[in-house]
């Protein structure tokens, strides 16, 4: 049972222009979203998060946007660049809180940006 | 931003031997450390949870015995696939997890590519 989807794998905007990147997840005890970076053969980077008490948080060309009722988070970068292209994860905990929690993940979502 | 280092990036091995594989966060104390593998085209599967000084939680179906994690300190953590197979050749990664703000963000390495022959 996956708890957290990420349905498109891939997507493939154009520079300069608006990219989002969709996950919904079905748990609703996670609390806690996150969204990381990856290139290949080398761990993810941390982009943004959001806790379950905000419905947005912005971070520079980085926007989490969520969507308790849903069960639906997207990220949105704008403007796209060449340098964004990657594999963007996201990521759900259910206790905030604890440095114990555990981070279920989404399959990812290959983004593209095209010059 | 948090920094964490594995060692090595990559690594190939006979079928039987043992190999270890170090995460360190560089710039600040970890109380926990996760690892993880990922399979080609696939998300990262959590294998345990790890506290410094105590033993490590491990997820359903990951052998304890296989993938031995020792939490010596607060910047480090290793994992030892013992006895490898062709079948444990996989990415590894770690992460640490730092508190800021009053949330905990986990911070990832740069994973260890296993290669078992």
């Known amino acids: 049972d996956q708890q957290v989807k990420q349905n498109s794998p891939s997507l493939s905007v154009q520079e300069g222009r608006i990219s989002i990147l969709n996950c919904d997840y079905t748990?609703?005890?996670?609390?806690?979203f996150l969204w990381y970076k990856k290139y290949p053969a080398e761990g993810p980077t941390f982009l943004i998060s959001?806790?379950?008490?905000?419905d947005k948080n912005e971070d520079g060309r980085f926007t989490v946007f969520l969507n308790k009722s849903a069960k639906h988070l997207s990220l949105h970068i704008v403007p796209s660049q060449p340098g964004d292209s990657a594999v963007y994860f996201c990521?759900?905990?259910?206790?905030?809180?604890?440095?114990?929690?555990?981070?279920?993940f989404g399959k990812g979502t290959l983004l593209t940006v095209n010059p | 931003g948090a920094v964490v280092s594995q060692h090595p990036s990559r690594v190939i091995c006979k079928s039987g031997t043992s190999v270890k594989i170090e995460c360190r966060s560089l710039?600040?104390?970890?109380?926990?450390m996760f690892w993880y593998r990922q399979f080609p085209k696939q998300s990262l599967m959590l294998m345990a949870t790890?506290?410094?000084?105590?033993?490590?939680?491990?997820e359903q179906g990951v052998e304890k015995d296989k993938f031995l994690i020792n939490h010596a300190s607060l910047t480090l953590s290793t994992l030892t696939v013992t006895s490898a197979h062709p079948e444990d050749s996989s990415f590894y990664i770690c992460?640490?997890?730092?508190?800021?703000?009053?949330?905990?963000?986990?911070?990832f390495g740069p994973g260890t590519r296993l290669t078992v022959l």
């Open positions: 992460s640490a997890s730092w508190r800021q703000g009053g949330t905990d963000t986990q911070y």
């Open positions: 748990n609703s005890m996670f609390d806690y």
């Open positions: 959001i806790s379950s008490i905000k």
């Open positions: 990521a759900a905990s259910a206790n905030s809180g604890g440095s114990n929690y555990k981070l279920t």
């Open positions: 710039d600040f104390q970890a109380t926990t």
């Open positions: 790890s506290n410094e000084g105590s033993k490590a939680t491990y």
